[in-house]
């Protein structure tokens, strides 16, 4: 998401290696875009296995037109079928132009991240304001009727959401609240806007590369909101690298003082932001990376393979990756005793290679 002239799109393109057209300020094109997840463990067990196939884990991008631009510190409107799109969605990548440049000029006239960072906020907690005034405004009424545990539960959701409103009829987010976890399931459903963590990406032009890392300190200070991290990158010139070879990529990157892939930062960043890990099956067929929660169990990543074995769960045969690596074989793994038997309540570790083994 980002407001018009951000180069949100050319963000898409750099992360989906994608040719979705640019510019028009607000044209209205949803992109969609679906990225294998770069993971060198990966490889390094698919040329242990040498399996007949081997299955990255892979996240989906939308990349929503850009909502009209307003003017004189007013909001932008974001149409409603794409608020709906937004509250989809597990994570909003927030695009946000700190690039000058003469020729694409910002819709206002002159460059400014941090208002038009503040502007798109603004108009997520508007949003998430009119569906908890709307929602107060019906439990106070019907919210009455039904049986005594409905009309508990409509308290108690009404309650959840009395509390809620003066924060973001202050302008905050509901993210910045310390909810209980009987609260946020109570919230769960409304998919609130201002609950979904935020990666706010800073699209820098050439000249700014080397002093992105202040310009980042500077705006995390500012944005001091929960479950939200702030990265630059420029867009244009991660896109241009993208049509590059690996070994012109690299030089490229040398010359302007880059590290590594902007679509591998972006990517770990929002694995970190929701909370997730990356577990691996490993054999003759497939090698595998499955994406779960942190914190999730054994049978939990069982499930995630399939129900058939979370059902059926006996236990877990579990190595780290990089012993399984080192030692070469799982042969070797289990007679090194590096190979453990977990039982339902393990908790998963990232970069677990993972064979569980089940009743059918």
Do not use: C
Not at 106 to 130: M, T
Not at 158 to 169: E, I
Not at 197 to 225: C, K
């Amino acid at each position: 998401m980002g407001l018009a002239g951000s180069g949100k799109t050319t963000v898409f393109n750099t992360l989906t290696r994608g040719h979705a057209e640019t510019g028009g300020f607000g044209g209205l094109t949803v992109n969609t875009g679906v990225v294998k997840v770069p993971d060198d463990r990966l490889t390094a067990l698919t040329r242990l296995f040498k399996p007949k196939r081997e299955v990255p884990a892979d996240v989906t991008y939308v990349d929503l037109p850009a909502p009209s631009t307003a003017t004189a510190g007013r909001a932008a409107d974001i149409p409603a079928d794409q608020l709906a799109r937004l509250r989809n969605a597990d994570a909003l990548l927030h695009v946000v132009r700190a690039f000058d440049d003469p020729q694409v000029p910002h819709p206002d006239g002159e460059v400014d991240a941090w208002r038009d960072l503040e502007r798109l906020d603004l108009e997520f907690v508007l949003a998430d304001l009119a569906v908890v005034e709307k929602r107060i405004e019906k439990l106070e009424t019907s919210g009455r009727h039904g049986t005594q545990a409905e009309r508990d539960q409509n308290e108690r959701e009404r309650q959840v959401l009395t509390r809620v409103r003066p924060a973001l009829a202050d302008g905050r987010p509901i993210r910045d609240h310390q909810l209980g976890d009987d609260e946020s399931l109570i919230l769960r459903g409304f998919r609130f806007l201002t609950e979904k963590p935020v990666l706010v990406l800073l699209n820098v032009g050439e000249s700014q590369i080397a002093g992105a890392g202040d310009l980042v300190e500077t705006f995390a200070a500012r944005y001091e909101h929960h479950h939200s991290r702030v990265e630059a990158l420029s867009a244009r010139i991660e896109m241009e690298i993208g049509e590059l070879d690996d070994e012109e990529a690299q030089v490229f990157r040398d010359d302007l003082g880059l590290t590594g892939s902007s679509l591998e930062r972006v990517i770990r960043l929002s694995y970190e932001l929701l909370g997730l890990i990356s577990f691996f099956t490993a054999g003759p067929d497939e090698t595998r990376a499955w994406t779960i929660p942190d914190g999730s169990t054994a049978v939990d990543a069982a499930g995630a393979i399939h129900s058939d074995l979370a059902r059926g769960f006996i236990r877990a045969e579990v190595v780290p990756v990089e012993e399984l690596l080192s030692l070469g074989s799982m042969a070797e793994a289990r007679r090194h005793g590096k190979l453990r038997s977990e039982g339902k309540t393990y908790r998963v570790r990232d970069g677990d290679v993972i064979e569980v083994l089940f009743n059918v």
